[in-house]
Protein backbone atom coordinates (compact mmCIF):
# COMPACT_ATOMS: atom_id res chain seq x y z
CA UNK A 1 0.00 0.00 0.00
CA UNK A 2 1.53 3.54 -0.84
CA UNK A 3 2.01 5.59 2.29
CA UNK A 4 -0.43 8.93 1.15
CA UNK A 5 2.29 12.30 1.19
CA UNK A 6 2.66 13.97 4.44
CA UNK A 7 2.97 17.77 5.35
CA UNK A 8 6.25 18.51 6.51
CA UNK A 9 7.63 17.36 9.71
CA UNK A 10 7.63 18.92 12.78
CA UNK A 11 11.40 19.97 13.93
CA UNK A 12 10.63 17.62 17.53
CA UNK A 13 9.97 14.52 15.06
CA UNK A 14 13.05 15.53 12.95
CA UNK A 15 15.20 16.13 15.76
CA UNK A 16 14.05 12.26 16.29
CA UNK A 17 13.92 10.34 13.44
CA UNK A 18 15.79 12.33 10.38
CA UNK A 19 17.98 10.35 9.10
CA UNK A 20 17.89 7.20 10.97
CA UNK A 21 15.77 3.77 10.96
CA UNK A 22 15.49 0.74 12.22
CA UNK A 23 18.31 -1.94 11.18
CA UNK A 24 17.04 -3.72 8.57
CA UNK A 25 19.43 -6.98 10.06
CA UNK A 26 18.89 -6.72 14.24
CA UNK A 27 15.85 -4.78 13.95
CA UNK A 28 17.13 -2.37 16.19
CA UNK A 29 15.11 0.47 17.02
CA UNK A 30 18.32 2.61 18.34
CA UNK A 31 21.04 3.52 15.58
CA UNK A 32 23.88 1.69 15.86
CA UNK A 33 27.28 2.63 15.78
CA UNK A 34 29.99 1.28 12.99
CA UNK A 35 33.35 1.68 14.23
CA UNK A 36 34.98 -0.43 10.96
CA UNK A 37 37.64 1.88 8.87
CA UNK A 38 37.10 -0.24 5.85
CA UNK A 39 34.54 -1.90 4.05
CA UNK A 40 34.22 -5.11 1.91
CA UNK A 41 34.65 -3.65 -1.61
CA UNK A 42 33.81 -4.70 -5.07
CA UNK A 43 36.85 -6.07 -7.15
CA UNK A 44 36.39 -2.82 -9.40
CA UNK A 45 36.11 -0.51 -7.18
CA UNK A 46 38.06 2.68 -7.41
CA UNK A 47 40.00 4.04 -4.76
CA UNK A 48 40.52 7.57 -5.59
CA UNK A 49 38.90 10.65 -4.76
CA UNK A 50 38.61 12.02 -7.82
CA UNK A 51 35.64 9.15 -8.90
CA UNK A 52 33.83 9.77 -5.28
CA UNK A 53 30.39 10.45 -5.86
CA UNK A 54 27.00 9.99 -4.19
CA UNK A 55 26.49 6.80 -5.20
CA UNK A 56 29.83 5.59 -4.33
CA UNK A 57 29.62 2.21 -1.74
CA UNK A 58 31.14 2.74 1.66
CA UNK A 59 35.05 1.94 1.31
CA UNK A 60 36.87 3.61 4.02
CA UNK A 61 35.51 6.16 7.21
CA UNK A 62 37.69 8.70 5.96
CA UNK A 63 35.46 8.54 2.71
CA UNK A 64 32.22 7.89 4.36
CA UNK A 65 30.44 5.89 7.23
CA UNK A 66 26.82 4.76 7.55
CA UNK A 67 26.75 6.54 11.32
CA UNK A 68 28.39 9.75 10.28
CA UNK A 69 25.96 9.43 7.12
CA UNK A 70 23.13 9.31 9.97
CA UNK A 71 24.10 12.44 12.02
CA UNK A 72 24.79 14.18 8.63
CA UNK A 73 21.18 13.66 7.35
CA UNK A 74 19.58 14.57 10.75
CA UNK A 75 21.95 17.80 10.89
CA UNK A 76 20.70 18.74 7.57
CA UNK A 77 17.13 18.34 8.17
CA UNK A 78 16.77 20.39 11.51
CA UNK A 79 19.01 22.94 9.15
CA UNK A 80 16.45 22.95 6.15
CA UNK A 81 19.71 22.34 4.28
CA UNK A 82 19.95 20.34 1.08
CA UNK A 83 23.16 18.49 2.88
CA UNK A 84 25.58 18.53 5.25
CA UNK A 85 28.93 17.32 6.03
CA UNK A 86 30.32 16.62 9.47
CA UNK A 87 34.35 17.04 10.93
CA UNK A 88 36.25 16.16 13.74
CA UNK A 89 35.80 19.46 15.54
CA UNK A 90 34.05 23.37 14.50
CA UNK A 91 37.60 24.29 13.41
CA UNK A 92 37.96 21.53 10.84
CA UNK A 93 34.49 22.73 9.78
CA UNK A 94 35.61 26.38 9.88
CA UNK A 95 39.04 25.37 7.98
CA UNK A 96 36.82 23.48 5.47
CA UNK A 97 35.26 26.82 4.64
CA UNK A 98 37.77 28.70 4.03
CA UNK A 99 39.80 26.43 1.98
CA UNK A 100 36.56 25.57 -0.06
CA UNK A 101 35.82 29.18 -0.86
CA UNK A 102 39.05 31.16 -1.16
CA UNK A 103 42.25 30.82 -3.20
CA UNK A 104 45.37 32.72 -2.90
CA UNK A 105 44.37 36.46 -4.13
CA UNK A 106 40.90 36.28 -3.23
CA UNK A 107 39.71 38.55 -0.60
CA UNK A 108 37.94 37.48 3.12
CA UNK A 109 35.57 39.65 5.07
CA UNK A 110 34.99 38.72 8.80
CA UNK A 111 33.52 39.69 11.35
CA UNK A 112 36.22 41.38 13.41
CA UNK A 113 34.48 39.29 16.78
CA UNK A 114 34.64 35.86 16.44
CA UNK A 115 35.56 32.18 17.71
CA UNK A 116 39.51 33.14 19.08
CA UNK A 117 40.70 30.29 17.00
CA UNK A 118 38.71 31.95 13.57
CA UNK A 119 40.16 35.05 14.57
CA UNK A 120 43.98 33.78 14.98
CA UNK A 121 43.69 31.74 11.94
CA UNK A 122 42.31 34.42 9.85
CA UNK A 123 45.24 37.25 11.59
CA UNK A 124 48.14 34.29 10.50
CA UNK A 125 47.05 31.69 7.90
CA UNK A 126 45.11 33.04 5.81
CA UNK A 127 47.42 35.71 4.38
CA UNK A 128 50.19 33.51 4.73
CA UNK A 129 48.39 31.54 1.68
CA UNK A 130 47.88 35.04 -0.08
CA UNK A 131 44.27 35.46 1.07
CA UNK A 132 43.54 39.09 1.79
CA UNK A 133 41.32 39.54 5.34
CA UNK A 134 39.38 42.72 5.94
CA UNK A 135 37.92 42.34 9.87
CA UNK A 136 34.67 44.49 10.38
CA UNK A 137 32.06 45.61 13.12
CA UNK A 138 29.47 43.52 11.52
CA UNK A 139 26.51 44.94 13.48
CA UNK A 140 25.99 47.18 10.66
CA UNK A 141 25.98 45.33 7.75
CA UNK A 142 26.96 48.83 5.54
CA UNK A 143 30.13 48.16 7.01
CA UNK A 144 30.37 45.44 5.23
CA UNK A 145 29.28 46.63 1.99
CA UNK A 146 32.49 49.75 2.03
CA UNK A 147 34.51 46.90 2.90
CA UNK A 148 33.78 44.71 -0.29
CA UNK A 149 36.35 44.73 -3.41
CA UNK A 150 36.60 42.99 -6.82
CA UNK A 151 38.42 40.14 -5.44
CA UNK A 152 35.85 39.80 -2.27
CA UNK A 153 34.71 35.72 -2.34
CA UNK A 154 33.54 35.17 0.74
CA UNK A 155 31.53 37.45 3.50
CA UNK A 156 31.63 35.41 6.89
CA UNK A 157 29.61 36.34 9.80
CA UNK A 158 28.75 34.95 13.30
CA UNK A 159 25.80 35.95 15.01
CA UNK A 160 25.33 36.07 18.06
CA UNK A 161 28.95 36.77 18.25
CA UNK A 162 31.37 35.07 20.54
CA UNK A 163 32.05 35.90 23.56
CA UNK A 164 30.22 39.47 23.39
CA UNK A 165 26.50 38.02 22.01
CA UNK A 166 26.35 40.70 19.31
CA UNK A 167 24.38 40.18 16.33
CA UNK A 168 24.82 40.36 12.81
CA UNK A 169 21.23 41.15 10.53
CA UNK A 170 21.65 37.47 8.35
CA UNK A 171 19.31 38.84 5.88
CA UNK A 172 20.68 42.05 4.72
CA UNK A 173 24.70 40.80 4.43
CA UNK A 174 22.94 38.19 2.09
CA UNK A 175 21.71 40.73 -0.20
CA UNK A 176 24.73 42.10 0.01
CA UNK A 177 26.75 39.22 -1.04
CA UNK A 178 23.91 37.95 -3.59
CA UNK A 179 24.80 42.26 -5.24
CA UNK A 180 28.51 41.70 -4.66
CA UNK A 181 28.52 37.76 -6.28
CA UNK A 182 30.35 37.09 -3.03
CA UNK A 183 29.17 33.67 -0.68
CA UNK A 184 27.86 34.44 2.66
CA UNK A 185 28.95 32.15 5.60
CA UNK A 186 27.20 31.88 9.07
CA UNK A 187 28.77 30.18 12.37
CA UNK A 188 25.56 30.02 14.07
CA UNK A 189 26.77 27.90 17.14
CA UNK A 190 25.22 29.98 19.46
CA UNK A 191 22.11 29.92 18.58
CA UNK A 192 21.66 26.20 17.50
CA UNK A 193 19.22 25.47 14.45
CA UNK A 194 16.69 26.17 16.93
CA UNK A 195 17.44 29.86 17.42
CA UNK A 196 18.10 30.24 13.66
CA UNK A 197 18.48 28.69 10.08
CA UNK A 198 20.71 31.14 8.29
CA UNK A 199 20.28 29.05 5.08
CA UNK A 200 16.25 30.24 5.02
CA UNK A 201 17.53 34.12 5.34
CA UNK A 202 19.95 33.58 2.29
CA UNK A 203 23.32 32.50 3.24
CA UNK A 204 25.07 29.99 1.24
CA UNK A 205 26.83 28.24 4.21
CA UNK A 206 25.96 27.78 7.78
CA UNK A 207 28.90 26.36 10.33
CA UNK A 208 28.27 24.58 13.87
CA UNK A 209 30.36 23.57 16.30
CA UNK A 210 28.75 20.31 16.65
CA UNK A 211 30.20 19.86 20.59
CA UNK A 212 28.39 22.92 21.83
CA UNK A 213 24.08 23.06 21.83
CA UNK A 214 23.66 19.73 19.31
CA UNK A 215 25.79 17.54 21.39
CA UNK A 216 24.81 19.23 24.58
CA UNK A 217 26.20 16.72 26.83
CA UNK A 218 30.04 18.36 26.74
CA UNK A 219 31.22 14.43 25.76
CA UNK A 220 32.29 14.43 22.59
CA UNK A 221 33.71 17.34 19.29
CA UNK A 222 32.93 17.65 16.25
CA UNK A 223 32.04 20.30 13.80
CA UNK A 224 29.45 20.46 10.66
CA UNK A 225 28.60 22.62 7.12
CA UNK A 226 25.77 22.57 5.51
CA UNK A 227 24.34 24.22 2.51
CA UNK A 228 23.37 23.36 -0.95
CA UNK A 229 24.09 19.22 -2.51
CA UNK A 230 26.31 20.60 -4.99
CA UNK A 231 28.79 22.89 -2.63
CA UNK A 232 29.06 19.84 -0.04
CA UNK A 233 30.07 17.21 -2.16
CA UNK A 234 32.88 19.50 -3.53
CA UNK A 235 34.03 20.40 0.21
CA UNK A 236 33.53 16.37 1.31
CA UNK A 237 35.46 15.52 -1.90
CA UNK A 238 38.19 18.58 -2.02
CA UNK A 239 38.84 19.02 1.50
CA UNK A 240 37.64 16.48 3.73
CA UNK A 241 38.77 12.80 1.95
CA UNK A 242 41.79 14.71 1.45
CA UNK A 243 43.05 16.47 4.28
CA UNK A 244 41.33 14.23 6.65
CA UNK A 245 39.78 16.61 9.47
CA UNK A 246 36.80 13.60 9.68
CA UNK A 247 34.73 12.97 12.61
CA UNK A 248 34.83 9.93 14.51
CA UNK A 249 31.72 7.25 14.14
CA UNK A 250 31.34 7.04 17.84
CA UNK A 251 31.43 11.06 18.47
CA UNK A 252 29.06 11.07 15.35
CA UNK A 253 26.74 8.59 17.29
CA UNK A 254 26.63 10.32 20.17
CA UNK A 255 26.30 14.13 18.92
CA UNK A 256 23.18 12.65 16.92
CA UNK A 257 22.18 11.01 20.26
CA UNK A 258 22.50 14.47 21.74
CA UNK A 259 20.37 16.37 18.55
CA UNK A 260 17.75 14.25 19.49
CA UNK A 261 16.26 16.52 22.38
CA UNK A 262 17.61 19.71 20.94
CA UNK A 263 14.70 21.53 20.30
CA UNK A 264 13.84 20.16 24.15
CA UNK A 265 17.23 21.25 25.75
CA UNK A 266 16.99 24.62 23.91
CA UNK A 267 13.49 25.53 25.43
CA UNK A 268 14.88 25.09 28.61
CA UNK A 269 18.07 26.97 27.93
CA UNK A 270 16.24 29.82 27.32
CA UNK A 271 13.95 29.76 29.88
CA UNK A 272 16.65 29.58 32.74
CA UNK A 273 19.12 32.13 30.78
CA UNK A 274 16.21 34.66 30.66
CA UNK A 275 15.72 33.92 34.69
CA UNK A 276 19.41 34.38 35.20
CA UNK A 277 19.69 37.07 33.11
CA UNK A 278 17.24 38.73 35.14
CA UNK A 279 18.68 38.30 38.25
CA UNK A 280 21.90 39.37 37.10
CA UNK A 281 20.64 42.90 35.54
CA UNK A 282 19.48 43.42 39.46
CA UNK A 283 22.00 42.71 41.62
CA UNK A 284 23.97 45.67 43.01
CA UNK A 285 27.25 44.27 42.14
CA UNK A 286 26.66 43.48 38.55
CA UNK A 287 27.83 46.15 36.11
CA UNK A 288 26.02 45.23 32.70
CA UNK A 289 24.53 42.39 31.33
CA UNK A 290 24.47 41.11 27.79
CA UNK A 291 21.59 38.79 26.94
CA UNK A 292 19.52 38.98 23.72
CA UNK A 293 16.04 38.18 25.05
CA UNK A 294 16.77 40.99 27.74
CA UNK A 295 15.13 44.39 26.17
CA UNK A 296 18.46 46.24 27.23
CA UNK A 297 20.54 44.44 24.79
CA UNK A 298 21.24 47.00 22.40
CA UNK A 299 19.99 44.93 19.48
CA UNK A 300 16.95 43.18 21.46
CA UNK A 301 14.77 44.26 18.38
CA UNK A 302 16.86 42.35 15.54
CA UNK A 303 16.74 39.88 18.08
CA UNK A 304 12.67 39.37 18.34
CA UNK A 305 13.09 39.53 14.48
CA UNK A 306 15.98 37.03 13.78
CA UNK A 307 15.78 34.91 16.80
CA UNK A 308 13.07 31.97 17.59
CA UNK A 309 15.06 30.98 20.28
CA UNK A 310 17.20 33.23 22.47
CA UNK A 311 19.84 30.12 23.53
CA UNK A 312 21.28 30.00 26.85
CA UNK A 313 24.53 32.33 26.69
CA UNK A 314 24.60 34.99 28.79
CA UNK A 315 27.18 37.75 29.63
CA UNK A 316 27.92 40.06 32.67
CA UNK A 317 29.71 42.49 34.10
CA UNK A 318 31.23 42.89 37.57
CA UNK A 319 34.29 45.67 38.71
CA UNK A 320 37.66 44.37 38.58
CA UNK A 321 36.59 41.21 36.85
CA UNK A 322 39.79 39.09 37.69
CA UNK A 323 39.63 39.13 41.24
CA UNK A 324 36.22 38.44 40.72
CA UNK A 325 36.85 35.20 38.40
CA UNK A 326 38.86 33.82 41.69
CA UNK A 327 36.30 34.51 43.89
CA UNK A 328 33.48 33.04 41.70
CA UNK A 329 35.42 30.12 40.75
CA UNK A 330 35.78 28.79 44.41
CA UNK A 331 32.12 30.01 45.23
CA UNK A 332 30.64 28.09 42.81
CA UNK A 333 29.28 25.15 43.33
CA UNK A 334 26.57 24.13 40.83
CA UNK A 335 28.20 26.27 38.17
CA UNK A 336 30.97 24.80 36.64
CA UNK A 337 34.15 27.20 36.19
CA UNK A 338 35.38 25.84 32.91
CA UNK A 339 35.39 26.80 29.25
CA UNK A 340 32.99 26.01 26.63
CA UNK A 341 29.43 25.94 26.35
CA UNK A 342 25.75 24.15 25.41
CA UNK A 343 26.08 21.89 27.56
CA UNK A 344 23.58 20.39 30.13
CA UNK A 345 25.39 21.83 32.76
CA UNK A 346 25.93 25.44 33.33
CA UNK A 347 29.75 26.49 32.75
CA UNK A 348 31.08 30.19 33.07
CA UNK A 349 34.48 32.01 32.53
CA UNK A 350 35.85 35.13 32.82
CA UNK A 351 37.37 36.56 29.43
CA UNK A 352 39.57 39.63 30.29
CA UNK A 353 39.65 42.13 27.34
CA UNK A 354 42.71 43.11 27.06
CA UNK A 355 44.20 39.52 26.83
CA UNK A 356 41.22 38.52 24.09
CA UNK A 357 42.64 41.74 22.48
CA UNK A 358 46.20 40.79 22.57
CA UNK A 359 45.48 37.57 21.20
CA UNK A 360 42.63 37.28 19.25
CA UNK A 361 41.10 40.62 17.88
CA UNK A 362 43.48 42.61 16.06
CA UNK A 363 41.11 45.62 16.00
CA UNK A 364 41.20 49.46 14.71
CA UNK A 365 40.15 52.22 17.92
CA UNK A 366 36.71 52.11 16.62
CA UNK A 367 36.22 48.32 16.54
CA UNK A 368 37.30 48.06 20.27
CA UNK A 369 35.13 51.03 21.12
CA UNK A 370 32.45 48.36 19.96
CA UNK A 371 33.72 45.70 21.44
CA UNK A 372 34.60 47.51 25.33
CA UNK A 373 30.66 48.68 24.37
CA UNK A 374 29.27 45.17 25.54
CA UNK A 375 32.82 43.57 27.55
CA UNK A 376 33.78 46.35 28.73
CA UNK A 377 37.47 45.15 30.66
CA UNK A 378 36.32 41.90 30.83
CA UNK A 379 32.94 40.03 30.81
CA UNK A 380 32.02 36.68 32.53
CA UNK A 381 30.77 34.52 29.78
CA UNK A 382 28.02 32.16 31.38
CA UNK A 383 26.61 28.84 29.49
CA UNK A 384 22.88 28.40 31.81
CA UNK A 385 22.32 25.03 31.47
CA UNK A 386 19.28 23.04 32.57
CA UNK A 387 19.74 23.00 36.32
CA UNK A 388 16.08 24.60 37.85
CA UNK A 389 17.17 28.38 37.19
CA UNK A 390 16.70 28.88 41.35
CA UNK A 391 19.83 27.21 41.97
CA UNK A 392 21.67 28.48 39.55
CA UNK A 393 20.42 32.09 40.87
CA UNK A 394 21.14 30.72 44.69
CA UNK A 395 24.99 29.64 43.37
CA UNK A 396 25.59 33.35 41.77
CA UNK A 397 24.16 35.21 44.47
CA UNK A 398 26.65 33.56 47.07
CA UNK A 399 29.34 33.91 44.73
CA UNK A 400 28.77 37.59 43.81
CA UNK A 401 28.45 38.17 47.73
CA UNK A 402 32.15 37.40 47.89
CA UNK A 403 33.19 40.24 45.61
Given amino acids: MTRPSQPPRGI ?113 LLPRLGIAVTKVDMSDPENVRVALRPNTRLIYAETPANPILRLTDIAALA ?33 HSLSKYICGHGDAIGGAVLGQKEDITRIRKEVA ?34 AVARFLEAHPKVIRVIYPGLPSHPQHELAKRQLSNFSGMVTFQVRDGARAATILADRLSVIHYAVSLGHHRSLIFYLPTSEMLRTSF ?8 SYRAFAGDGIFRLSVGLEDPADLIADLAYALDGI
Fill in 362 to 369: RMTPAQEQ
Fill in 241 to 274: IRTGGIISPFNAWLIQRGAATLPLRMKAHEEGAL
Fill in 12 to 124: RTDAIHAGESPDPVTGASAPSIVMSTTFIADAEASFSAEDFGENTPYLYTRWKNPTVDQLEQKLAALEGAEAAIAFASGMAAVTATLLYTLSAGDHLVISDVSYAATAEMTNE
Fill in 175 to 207: AIAREHGARLAVDATFSSPIGIRPLGLGADFVI
